[in-house]
């Protein structure tokens, strides 16, 4: 039988798949896409803790609905930083970053436009789940190079050591499941 963990959260409770990332750590697989419900119960949420924003940022592409619903529900835009670079982008800015979730580095992309969306704007970044931090210091990046002003980093979830960081705002913690 496989293994579930029961997650509740915005007041809804879901059974999440636990998957191994390696023969010695397996994490819980919260995934937003399709799930409309969540996505809108947690946007509500989210929006009710998070700082006074102009604009919000996510990386392309679990974070997706949860951006899209927070900006639909505050009329503030948002930015999507890709993770591949398009031919429409004008002079794209790159960043590295490596994902628990994601066997290789990775690079995010944002071209001029979305730089100069960014400049001197109150920029609130956005995950679906923070884990170790390193797609979380990747935007970061984007947007001290479009020269915005973070004022707030959020998730539905923080997952493992996140939880303990003061410097995010989340709606549940998720353990990390280890074994020998």
Known sequence: MEEMYTLQVAGLTRQLHICPVNEKMSIAAFIMFSD???TIACATELLK???EHDVIITAESKGIPLAYEMSRQSGK???????SQKLYMKRPVAVDVKS???ARQQTLYLDMDDMAALKGKRVLIVDDVISTGESLSALEQLVEKAQGQIVGRAAVLAEGDAAKRT???FLAPLPLFFHE
């Open 100 to 102: 628990i979730t994601t």
């Open 77 to 83: 835009p948002y930015i999507l930083a890709r993770k």
């Open 36 to 38: 409309v419900e969540l």
């Open 49 to 51: 803790i998070v700082p």
């Open 167 to 169: 410097d995010i705002q």
